[in-house]
């Protein structure tokens, strides 16, 4: 049996080669996405031994430190024995953290790396930094920074974002209409990290239609539901908090408020009323006034007030919304928005956020949770946003905004990085490539030669998840399970614990990082802690032996399921208040509000983009480019292989455009087009589509990364030729108050690509050379 971030298989075998990974039966929607887990084993692309860049291992043996590395990601590697390669990395952890303190290492991951619960590379990372005395960590992520900042405000807690959604049960036997910001993406739905036992998406969405239950998808694109069982209302990208305004602002105007809940459950609408109704600021949101911003109809949302308010109506608001200029808005003004419907906490009405960004959001929870690899204590008090990591290299010293306090970018010299890949994850990639070159030294473990790779100094070769041990499971489920090694490890690759291990004990702390135990009394340490859990919540598990073979162990939900979200609240708004200064919903933040930030005022506002389609900017680029998350893969993960290069045409990534947009530039299906702005530029394969609004054009995140080789000297800009949107996306914080990431506010335009025809090298083996 294998778990992964897509789902769980069971492994095929014949003569101890793996074949094949079927899902298990359990499933019932499986993702293609494992078929290309196999082919990955050997690819071109696999990264066998230890490789160092060329100039940098040159820099080393001559005794000599470069400041600036200058040259990562346009140079060959040489590979080097294992000793060696430890040898060299754990000199240069040692020699920064002793010249410059354990703040300037910075220890990147995003979790992504393995489903497993021992094999987590972000729990790997960050033992072994903390081990050696700690480092500067990340806060957030780049899926829902704003939010997580944000919701605490509102609800006084994460509810509706990590936890205590209303179960997908709840919403399909009660929800009369659902309203869906940013739509329910089937692709997304796909994967959820830790594991997956069953796809839940699908079936419930059927199971609400089938009642009678109906969806509407706000969406500039029509497929971001499936058209069969929603209805389609396209908007301007980035205006849904004008939309939401102009609901509530119809839904006051006639009477359709529920006040006696604003004036028991909220804290704060008096100053939200006056902003809606114009008395504040001279301009009233109204339908007419939202009409124009939006492009939907005013008629159209006065109907849509009215229908929210005359039956059970639950609000949901995709990740993607918030991943934008002033992302917090559209988050803030739904809690507003179903406050004024008064209908949160009853069964099936209300709201929640991230429902079909990754599957298990709205399932029922296990009645336990299981433990994983700890952590430690990290020594170093510094931390920074996490998408504001090119920042911090580029700015070391500055000065920022966040959450209301004034904070310094850390001076860090070495970066080391397990799990995850920035040069997918993060904003106008030529501006990371530039803040690349400023650490000392750049530390990665992978499977791969994806872009981070390139990009480092010292590279060491570490298994996939087929080829290691592991326990899986997920806070979203309600599962547990062993995930076999069915495949060797390729060429001389290691486990990340077997290289930490290695360095800890190079680095005097090799008790402190493996506690004495090697993987498989990890893994039966692990296991043990969620028997305890588990019986401590009245439920035996097997023992360690029976559950290795047994597979995939179904847990207990907690008593009753889980109810409506702040269905206790609501319910009893003293007994069971929130964590809010005043224990009520806040639309009003007496905190935000002594912050004194003009891009985040203290309740929910429209605050026009500066890209957007009804921006200045959009006369130069006029078209918005949405860069949502691909069918074809995990983010970046396994591009290289089979399902995600068949989607791709002439070896590009496609982009999709409304014909209208295609047909007034001279361009067709087929195409090979340059997408661009002033950041920067990609080629992409066009591909027609009426299901996007016009003005709108999609291209899909996690194509690798593949700049035109030559390095520029003079500051120009290298064209990207796979299709790999974040060259285009601005790196610019959401707003003072989260420093999230913003990419989804992007103007760009397209044009047919003349120039010479230039390989896809993405996936071409990296050039390794021989020593000296």
Same mark, same amino acid.
Not at 120 to 133: K, V
Not at 145 to 157: H, K, Q, R, S
């Given at each position: 049996?294998?778990?992964?971030?897509?789902?769980?298989?069971?492994?095929?075998?014949?003569?101890?080669?793996?074949?094949?990974l079927?899902p298990?039966?359990e499933?019932?929607?499986p993702?293609?996405?494992?078929?290309g887990?196999?082919?990955a084993?050997?690819?071109?692309v696999?990264?066998?031994?230890?490789?160092i860049?060329?100039?940098f291992l040159a820099?080393?043996e001559a005794g000599?430190?470069?400041?600036?590395?200058?040259?990562?990601g346009?140079?060959p590697?040489v590979?080097?024995?294992w000793?060696e390669?430890?040898?060299?990395a754990?000199?240069e952890?040692?020699?920064?953290?002793?010249?410059?303190?354990?703040?300037s290492?910075?220890?990147?991951?995003y979790?992504?790396?393995s489903?497993?619960r021992?094999?987590?590379?972000?729990?790997?990372?960050?033992?072994?930094?903390n081990?050696?005395?700690?480092?500067t960590?990340?806060?957030?992520?780049?899926?829902y920074?704003?939010a997580d900042?944000?919701v605490?405000?509102?609800l006084?807690?994460?509810?509706?974002l990590?936890?205590?959604h209303?179960?997908w049960?709840?919403i399909?036997?009660?929800?009369?209409i659902l309203?869906?910001f940013?739509?329910?993406?089937?692709?997304?739905?796909?994967?959820?990290?830790?594991?997956?036992s069953?796809h839940i998406?699908p079936?419930s969405?059927?199971?609400?239609s089938?009642?009678?239950?109906?969806v509407?998808?706000?969406?500039?694109?029509?497929?971001?539901?499936?058209?069969s069982?929603?209805?389609?209302?396209?908007?301007?990208?980035?205006?849904d908090t004008?939309?939401?305004?102009?609901?509530?602002?119809?839904?006051?105007?006639?009477?359709r408020?529920d006040?006696s809940?604003l004036?028991?459950h909220?804290?704060?609408?008096?100053?939200?009323?006056?902003?809606?109704t114009?008395?504040s600021?001279?301009v009233?949101k109204?339908p007419?006034?939202?009409a124009?911003i939006?492009?939907?109809?005013?008629?159209?949302?006065?109907?849509?007030?009215?229908r #929210?308010?005359?039956?059970?109506c639950?609000?949901?608001?995709?990740?993607?919304?918030?991943?934008a200029?002033?992302?917090?808005q559209p988050?803030w003004?739904?809690?507003?928005?179903a406050?004024?419907?008064g209908?949160?906490?009853?069964?099936?009405?209300g709201?929640?956020?991230?429902?079909g960004?990754?599957?298990?959001?709205?399932?029922?929870?296990?009645a336990?949770?299981?433990?994983?690899?700890p952590?430690?204590?990290n020594g170093?008090?510094?931390?920074?946003p996490?998408?504001?990591?090119?920042?911090?290299?580029?700015?070391?010293?500055?000065?920022?905004?966040f959450?209301?306090?004034n904070?310094?970018?850390?001076?860090?010299?070495?970066v080391?990085?397990?799990?995850g890949?920035p040069?997918?994850?993060?904003?106008?990639?030529?501006?990371?490539?530039?803040?690349?070159?400023?650490?000392?030294?750049?530390?990665?473990?992978?499977?791969?030669?994806n872009?981070?790779?390139?990009?480092?100094?010292?590279v060491?070769p570490v298994?996939?998840?087929?080829?290691?041990?592991?326990i899986?499971?997920s806070?979203r489920d309600?599962?547990?399970t062993p995930?076999?090694?069915?495949? $060797?490890?390729?060429g001389?690759a290691?486990?990340?614990?077997?290289?930490?291990?290695?360095?800890?004990k190079?680095?005097?702390?090799?008790d402190t990082?493996?506690a004495?135990?090697?993987?498989?009394?990890?893994?039966?340490?692990?296991?043990?802690g969620?028997?305890?859990a588990a019986?401590?919540?009245?439920y035996?598990?097997?023992d360690?032996?029976?559950?290795?073979?047994?597979g995939?162990q179904?847990l207990?939900?907690?008593?009753g399921g889980?109810?409506?979200?702040l269905?206790?609240?609501c319910?009893n708004?003293?007994?069971?208040?929130?964590?809010?200064p005043?224990?009520?919903?806040e639309?009003?933040?007496?905190?935000i509000?002594?912050y004194?930030?003009a891009?985040?005022?203290?309740h929910p506002?429209?605050?026009?983009?500066?890209?957007?389609l009804?921006a200045e900017?959009a006369g130069?680029h006029?078209l918005h480019l949405?860069?949502?998350q691909?069918?074809t893969r995990?983010?970046?993960?396994?591009?290289?292989?089979g399902?995600?290069?068949?989607a791709?045409?002439?070896?590009?990534?496609? #982009?999709?455009m409304?014909?209208?947009?295609?047909?007034?530039?001279?361009?067709?299906?087929?195409?090979i087009?340059? $997408?661009?702005?002033?950041r920067?530029?990609?080629?992409?394969?066009?591909?027609t589509?009426?299901?996007?609004?016009?003005?709108? $054009?999609?291209l899909?995140?996690?194509a690798?990364f593949?700049?035109?080789?030559? #390095?520029?000297?003079?500051?120009?800009?290298?064209?990207?030729?796979h299709?790999?949107?974040n060259?285009?996306?601005?790196?610019?914080?959401?707003s003072?108050l989260?420093?999230a990431p913003s990419?989804?506010?992007?103007?760009?335009? $397209?044009?047919?690509?003349?120039?010479?025809q230039?390989p896809?090298?993405?996936f071409?083996p990296?050039?390794?050379?021989?020593?000296?």
């Amino acid at each position: 049996m294998v778990a992964t971030h897509w789902g769980t298989y069971r492994a095929v075998m014949e003569n101890g080669r793996l074949l094949r990974l079927d899902p298990i039966a359990e499933d019932p929607a499986p993702s293609p996405l494992a078929a290309g887990m196999i082919e990955a084993l050997d690819a071109p692309v696999r990264i066998r031994r230890p490789a160092i860049r060329k100039s940098f291992l040159a820099a080393r043996e001559a005794g000599k430190i470069v400041t600036e590395g200058a040259g990562r990601g346009y140079e060959p590697f040489v590979e080097l024995p294992w000793d060696e390669a430890l040898d060299l990395a754990a000199a240069e952890i040692d020699r920064v953290r002793s010249a410059h303190g354990n703040s300037s290492v910075y220890g990147g991951s995003y979790g992504w790396a393995s489903a497993g619960r021992f094999h987590h590379a972000q729990s790997q990372i960050h033992r072994f930094l903390n081990s050696i005395g700690g480092y500067t960590r990340s806060v957030q992520n780049y899926s829902y920074a704003a939010a997580d900042t944000i919701v605490p405000y509102i609800l006084g807690d994460k509810s509706g974002l990590v936890s205590g959604h209303t179960p997908w049960d709840r919403i399909a036997e009660h929800t009369d209409i659902l309203v869906a910001f940013g739509g329910l993406p089937s692709r997304n739905s796909q994967v959820s990290s830790g594991g997956i036992s069953r796809h839940i998406l699908p079936g419930s969405l059927s199971r609400l239609s089938a009642r009678g239950g109906k969806v509407i998808s706000v969406s500039p694109i029509r497929d971001d539901t499936d058209p069969s069982i929603s209805s389609w209302m396209p908007i301007r990208p980035g205006t849904d908090t004008a939309l939401m305004l102009g609901l509530a602002s119809h839904l006051l105007a006639t009477d359709r408020a529920d006040r006696s809940f604003l004036a028991s459950h909220t804290e704060g609408f008096a100053a939200l009323e006056a902003y809606i109704t114009g008395h504040s600021d001279g301009v009233a949101k109204t339908p007419d006034w939202a009409a124009e911003i939006t492009g939907v109809g005013a008629e159209e949302i006065r109907g849509l007030a009215e229908r #929210m308010a005359e039956t059970r109506c639950f609000v949901m608001v995709a990740w993607s919304l918030q991943r934008a200029e002033g992302g917090e808005q559209p988050y803030w003004m739904a809690v507003a928005l179903a406050s004024i419907l008064g209908q949160v906490g009853q069964p099936g009405g209300g709201f929640g956020f991230g429902y079909g960004s990754v599957n298990g959001i709205g399932n029922s929870r296990a009645a336990f949770s299981f433990p994983s690899l700890p952590q430690l204590s990290n020594g170093v008090e510094e931390y920074i946003p996490v998408a504001r990591i090119a920042d911090a290299l580029l700015n070391p010293g500055e000065t920022y905004p966040f959450n209301g306090e004034n904070r310094t970018y850390p001076d860090l010299r070495l970066v080391y990085w397990a799990g995850g890949n920035p040069f997918h994850h993060h904003q106008d990639l030529n501006r990371l490539r530039r803040a690349w070159q400023r650490p000392e030294a750049v530390i990665v473990h992978d499977s791969w030669w994806n872009p981070l790779a390139r990009h480092a100094d010292i590279v060491f070769p570490v298994t996939s998840q087929l080829e290691r041990n592991d326990i899986a499971f997920s806070s979203r489920d309600h599962f547990v399970t062993p995930s076999h090694a069915v495949a $060797v490890p390729a060429g001389e690759a290691r486990d990340d614990y077997e290289v930490f291990s290695a360095l800890s004990k190079r680095l005097s702390a090799e008790d402190t990082f493996t506690a004495g135990r090697d993987v498989e009394s990890w893994l039966r340490h692990i296991y043990e802690g969620g028997r305890d859990a588990a019986a401590a919540a009245g439920y035996s598990l097997p023992d360690f032996e029976a559950f290795w073979q047994a597979g995939m162990q179904d847990l207990p939900v907690r008593d009753g399921g889980e109810s409506d979200l702040l269905a206790a609240f609501c319910a009893n708004p003293d007994a069971a208040a929130l964590g809010t200064p005043s224990g009520r919903i806040e639309l009003f933040s007496q905190q935000i509000a002594t912050y004194g930030y003009a891009d985040c005022p203290p309740h929910p506002a429209w605050l026009p983009p500066d890209e957007w389609l009804g921006a200045e900017a959009a006369g130069r680029h006029p078209l918005h480019l949405i860069s949502n998350q691909p069918k074809t893969r995990l983010h970046s993960q396994y591009d290289f292989a089979g399902i995600s290069r068949a989607a791709k045409r002439s070896g590009r990534e496609p #982009m999709r455009m409304h014909p209208d947009d295609a047909a007034a530039r001279g361009l067709a299906s087929g195409d090979i087009v340059r $997408v661009f702005n002033d950041r920067g530029a990609c080629l992409a394969a066009l591909e027609t589509c009426d299901a996007l609004l016009p003005g709108v $054009v999609q291209l899909s995140t996690g194509a690798w990364f593949d700049p035109s080789p030559a #390095m520029p000297s003079d500051g120009g800009l290298p064209l990207e030729r796979h299709g790999n949107p974040n060259v285009l996306s601005q790196d610019k914080g959401a707003s003072s108050l989260s420093q999230a990431p913003s990419a989804q506010s992007c103007l760009v335009d $397209v044009e047919a690509f003349s120039g010479p025809q230039l390989p896809v090298e993405a996936f071409d083996p990296q050039h390794i050379v021989p020593r000296g």
